[in-house]
């Protein structure tokens, strides 16, 4: 497929990707609105639904130009799968039959002339753990005197409720955040700044179609609900964690920030992308968590202060997006548009492939050496993390996510 844009075969964000995000520009700041990347430009999407609209050109579908002209992709989501995939048909059509060409054109901002935001009003968020090598590595350094494997981890994908307030998009700054720490060796705890401040290199993916309370998606049907994939960091304070969280889970650890990718890459722009899962023979899983369970050949890269660090697989998975859905929704729980749910920290099984600090410097025992001379175990204030990743398209093309970026800023004292 050939857009009539200039855009380069090999662009991240050719005419297979067509992502979608909310931006404005400066002349109307307030006015945010769903916009779709191609190339070095965001297409207006409601300003060309619009069109389309005015000249009775869109028959009984939905009206975009409306669903498109809000701050958030949420209006959009609610629509489902049928729509999703109207919608990404027909912006193919306009951006490749030059016939649109002229009315397209001048809704076409170039990328330095916009704002991105958070692409979601975000409804609830969980992050699932569904990396072995990650699990397995987090449970000997966190508890070398159990297996390193919880016995449920392989039946079902553990997962914990996060803080849905506290997803900024790419770009925001994060403030260190302060807690409770007590090491082994420390009679009692005590307050200040995280000293141990990490990472984790994660995909999140997007939930639309909502579901009532009572009700089940299926692994089959989990297509039908998750509508795309951003790119996730959830910033962890690994000290604040190990004191808080059992027997509960992760709290003040996890929840003071999460970082998501601007662009909504859509499932329909990763078929290319499915894989079979590494394996879930021994022990087979239950029934409900069983069907079209596939995985996702995405490619991580993870840089600190500009240099490359890891390299997670996601294709190399446990569980898979579908499983973690149907098993979100098996106690009858709902799903709202706009709900996100993170994979979990990527790592695969070589050093160079781990998804957090916490892996990758063995709890800040093997500091990193990065190009300017200096070593981390953890993060430093001033410190810049970005994430990008890509997935294989049609005919050899690469549809980009984009990236997540985020520098951490010092503390905030506790008396003002
Ligand atoms: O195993 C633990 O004790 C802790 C694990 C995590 O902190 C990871 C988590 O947030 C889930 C994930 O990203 O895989
Ligand atoms: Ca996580
Ligand atoms: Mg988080």
Redesign the pocket.
Known sequence: MTTWLDVPADHPFGIDTLPYGVFSTRDAPQRRRVGVRIGDHVLDASAVAAIGRDAGMVGDGPDLATVWETPSLNSFLALGRPAWTIAREWLTEILTDDVHRAGVEPHLIPLDRVTVHLPIDVADYV?????EH??SN??QI?RPDNAALPPNWKHLPIGYHGRAGTVVVTGTDVVRPSGQRKGPQDPAPVFGPSIRLDI?A?LGYVVGGATAIGSRVSVDEAVDHIFGVVILN?W?ARDI?AWEYVPLG?FLG?SFATSVSAWVTPLDALREARVSLPGQADPPVLPYLQGDAFGLDVHVEVSLNGAVVSRPEHAGMYWSPAQMLAHLTVNGASLRDGDLF?S??ISGPTVGSRGSLLELTWNGTRPLTLPDGSSRGFLEDGDTVTMTAWAPGPGGSRIGLGEVTGTIRPAVPLEA
Request: aromatic share 16%; net charge negative.
């Open positions: 992050d699932f753990y569904a990396s990650h699990a987090v449970g966190f984790e994660e959830d962890s964690q992760p996890k993170g979990g920290t």
